[in-house]
């Protein structure tokens, strides 16, 4: 098993940023795919990242150009860097793990409990 624990949510206004970060515990394996996947009020849950265990990375394009993920493997860690936050961006978003290759989607074998971020205007 993999525990995944988020933090760095918050409340800030639009053009603002915030830095999320995913610590990860137990059987953990720096070869897992990592991702970060947000999920909106009476939406589906939407991809936004995921980084592979030598860097490699892939955005949904709503997020291109302003949100970065990047990990620290010694750390068993993940961040996603958010600039220029939108209203659109509010959601609660979640750390998740994969084995297998770097892809778009939201199917992943172990997940977060999320954490809440708001973008006012």
């Known amino acids: 098993q993999v525990q995944l624990v988020e933090s760095g949510g918050g409340l800030v206004q639009a053009g603002e940023s915030l830095r999320l970060s995913c610590a990860a515990s137990?059987?953990?394996?720096?070869?897992?795919?990592m991702g970060w996947i947000r999920q909106a009020p009476g939406k589906e849950r939407e991809f936004v990242a995921a980084?592979?265990?030598?860097?490699?990375?892939v955005y949904d394009d709503s997020v291109k150009g302003r949100f970065t993920i990047s990990r620290d493997n010694a750390k068993n860690t993940v961040y996603l860097q958010m600039n220029s936050l939108k209203p659109d961006d509010t959601a609660v978003y979640y750390c998740?793990?994969?084995?297998?290759?770097?892809?778009?989607?939201?199917?992943?074998?172990?997940w977060g409990q999320g954490t809440q971020v708001t973008v006012s205007s």
């Open positions: 998740a793990a994969r084995r297998g290759v770097i892809r778009v989607g939201v199917e992943y074998d172990y």
């Open positions: 980084i592979s265990w030598s860097g490699g990375t």
């Open positions: 137990g059987r953990t394996s720096s070869t897992y795919i």
